[in-house]
């Protein structure tokens, strides 16, 4: 009882100066300061003793405070911790503070940001509004006591607004030991040996980054390595941010033993819904490494632009969207040499696709309209390169007609396919579905019965020598569908069954004109390109089960098989068996997909995979099999095409909680090739994280030659000081491949 009533004692004391504190002034109205002793004399406060102060913006607790009412300046002494809008600490044995004009010092002390876990130990800090002027300092963001990594400058200064750090005479330390004097980012693609020998060699006295993750102008990650054929490579991002809606890139690298190269971003964002980024640029070869390497062109030059926007003319619950894509390069070598090139890329593709596309959707109907444009930078020129400008696209939402169960959609399609030289043709493509369904037997069985009217119209175009006639085609087709879906609980699991029987019979109404695969012994195989299928009865078996946990619906086991069966001049043939499996086991998971041709009783087509992750550790088994039917194999046998086969393989594991190892390898089982090799090292810890890796690659080249690629060996390192700044370097070693 004692303790209760010299608690309350205490607490009405405390209230009592507090109020002689802000009983004065207007302007301390919004500051309480509490403590175990509070004297007033004057305009001048001292408190002592547990000192606690509110502020709008601060929060302090101090062994003392003494406080001038007039001119709103605050000293505190003796174990000093301050928090200023609940992002910054301070920590230190004495501060003055002018509240009215924002002015601070402290010696020595400790600045911690909350947002980005940086702090800074300095012996003394004066705070000039949201300027932090600081003097023979230590910044990191890892643990106080023992920093892994840590950065002594004598000189810096910290703005709290901007989040923007800079430094003066850097000195990088790995724990107590000086690792790094910083060097000087100026003049970095010198090819004078003096001058680049200057620039390993000096300090850096200045050093400026950000300690938040919003965009503003500067410089971004470089990268820099050697590669064996290259040189020293080095290239830097300059950024320019002048508005929220506008920024700007430009990146120039060199390459010592190669040659040097520059490339130019430009985004802006014209409205919320869309973007728009426009890059080009050019890389330039030694005349040395052109001619050694037998390149097809000395520079390497290309652009690409990007825009997408939705919301274009769209209201209501309509929606739409326009995409651009529009890419253009002389060789493949100037993508090799670009600043974001990804080199896991095992097979460039050197068919270039530009693509203009705009979509309207509505509840009711959609439509589209695109143009692609094909460009085959191995060519000299792309006169016999198919392309699609355009192709016109509408669908009509199924809906009901006249009644709820009877059902009616629509598609067409137009598309206009043409070159300079060769065959092209306009296609037009129209087709109506009907249907009609109805369930029996109290919802188990579910009848459908479907009809699709299909007209398909062909006009050639760009065949003087050999006119082609223009075709016709129209088919029905008829579809009776009976499907069950069937669900058995037990004491701990689901198990799904569902059945699907469906009959189709086409219907050929009319054809006339050229039209290859319907009557193909009337015109010659330079059609091909152009193929139309001629539809055949047929009987398709579907058996679809599932078993999953009662409890949580979590998948155990799914099997799908479809059978499809031809009805051929009164016989019947079974067409190839899809046959899926996927099994769930504790920290496993199977799967199977193949197609299995009955005539040659023969796997056509089969793709396995088999992961296994528990606790930290992982791996990951892929293989494919496939024969290739790609071109007019009319009359082959499955046995008699071309096979690809492959096996992808993952294993890694995550060691002590910081440390994951990994090794990544795709393998041509026909070639009896490696495409890829890849080895990994990950190190991710708090406050700095470091990645290795080896990554034996194919790379596609554009060379005079009979060689396309080449095989490459390249070492990555990246060593990021969280949230400073990454270092990264590359490592290439060039192989050629004959």
């Known amino acids: 009882m004692h303790k209760i009533f010299s608690s309350f004692i205490f607490l009405c004391f405390i209230t009592i100066q507090l109020l002689l504190v802000n009983a004065d002034a207007k302007e301390d109205e919004t500051m309480q300061i509490v403590g175990e002793k509070i004297e007033q004399n004057g305009n001048i406060i001292t408190a002592t003793g547990n000192i606690i102060i509110f502020s709008p913006n601060y929060f302090v607790k101090a062994d003392k405070a003494i406080y001038d009412r007039n001119t709103t300046i605050m000293q505190l002494f003796g174990n000093v911790n301050m928090s200023k809008n609940k992002e910054t600490i301070s920590i230190t044995n004495y501060a003055f503070i002018d509240m009215k004009n924002e002015i601070n010092n402290a010696t020595p002390i400790l600045l911690i940001d909350k947002k980005t876990n940086v702090w800074i130990n300095a012996k003394t800090i004066d705070k000039k509004s949201d300027l932090n002027i600081i003097k023979d300092a230590t910044l990191s963001s890892c643990d106080c006591s023992d920093p892994t990594w840590s950065i002594g400058f004598s000189s810096g200064d910290y703005n709290t607004t901007d989040q923007w750090i800079n430094t003066y005479n850097n000195t990088l330390y790995i724990h107590d030991i000086p690792a790094w004097y910083f060097l000087i980012p100026a003049i970095p693609y010198a090819t004078v040996p003096t001058v680049v020998t200057a620039y390993i060699a000096l300090k850096m006295p200045y050093m400026g980054f950000s300690t938040n993750r919003e965009r503003r102008s500067g410089l971004l990650k470089p990268q820099f390595g050697y590669g064996q054929t290259d040189g020293f490579f080095y290239a830097q991002p300059i950024y320019y941010a002048p508005e929220p809606d506008v920024d700007f890139e430009y990146i120039p690298q060199i390459r010592t033993d190669r040659g ?10 014209d409205s919320a819904y869309s973007n728009l980024e426009i890059s080009a640029g050019i890389f330039s070869e030694k005349d040395s490494y052109y001619l050694e390497n037998n390149l097809k062109n000395q520079n390497h030059f290309g652009g690409i632009l990007k ?11 309509a929606t739409d969207g326009f995409y651009a894509f529009l890419e253009t390069m002389n060789d493949i070598e100037y993508s090799n040499t670009q600043y974001k090139h990804d080199n896991s890329v095992v ?15 509505t509840p009711s109907f959609n439509t589209s309209i695109e143009a692609i444009n094909y460009n085959d930078i191995s060519k000299d020129n792309n006169d016999d390169t198919m392309q699609i400008m355009p192709s016109i696209t509408a669908h009509k939402y199924s809906d009901s007609l006249f009644f709820n169960k009877f059902r009616n959609s629509i598609d067409f399609k137009y598309k206009r396919q043409d070159r300079v030289t060769g065959l092209g043709a306009d296609t037009y493509d129209l087709s109506v579905p009907f249907s009609y369904s109805k369930t029996f037997f109290d919802d188990y069985l579910l009848f459908t019965y479907g009809k699709i009217l299909n007209l398909h119209a062909i006009d050639y175009t760009n065949d003087l020598s050999e006119p082609k006639k223009d075709g016709t085609l129209i088919t029905g087709k008829d579809i009776v569908s009976f499907e069950t879906d069937l669900l058995k609980p037990y004491e701990t699991k689901l198990h799904a069954v569902k059945f699907l029987v469906t009959y189709e019979k086409p219907n050929q109404i009319k054809a006339n004109g050229d039209l ?42 799914n099997h799908k098989i479809n059978q499809k069966i031809l009805m051929i001049d009164g016989s019947s043939k079974l067409e190839n068996l899809e046959n899926e499996l996927m099994f769930y086991l504790p920290y496993t998971s199977l799967s199977n997909r193949l197609l299995f041709n009955h005539d040659e009783q023969l796997i056509v087509n089969s793709t396995s995979s088999v992961k296994f992750k528990k606790d930290d550790f992982f791996t990951d088994l892929d293989y494919s099999f496939a024969k290739d039917t790609t071109g007019a194999l009319d009359g082959f046998k499955y046995k008699d095409l071309p096979t690809s086969e492959s096996i992808t393989a993952q294993i890694g594991t995550k060691v002590n909680k910081y440390y994951t190892l990994s090794y990544r390898e795709q393998y041509d089982l026909a070639q009896h090739t490696s495409k890829l090799k890849e080895y990994k090292m990950t190190i991710d810890k708090r406050c700095w994280s470091l990645d290795l890796m080896l990554r034996n690659s194919l790379v596609a080249t554009a060379t005079n030659s009979t060689s396309t690629a080449k095989r490459q060996d390249i070492v990555y390192a990246t060593i990021t000081l969280k949230p400073i700044f990454s270092f990264k370097q590359n490592f290439i070693i060039d192989e050629k491949v004959e």
């Open 260 to 269: 040097n190269g520059h490339e130019a971003v430009f985004r802006y964002a």
């Open 307 to 317: 825009y997408d926007r939705t919301k274009l003319f769209s209201e209501g619950d």
């Open 516 to 557: 290859y695969g319907i009557n193909s012994v009337e015109v010659d195989s330079t059609l091909s390109i152009f193929p139309f299928t001629k539809d055949t009865e047929n009987i398709t078996l579907s058996f679809n089960q599932s078993l999953f946990n009662k409890n949580n619906l979590s998948p155990i086991f």
């Open 347 to 361: 097979n460039a593709n050197k068919i270039l696709e530009s693509k203009v596309k705009y979509f309207y959707n």
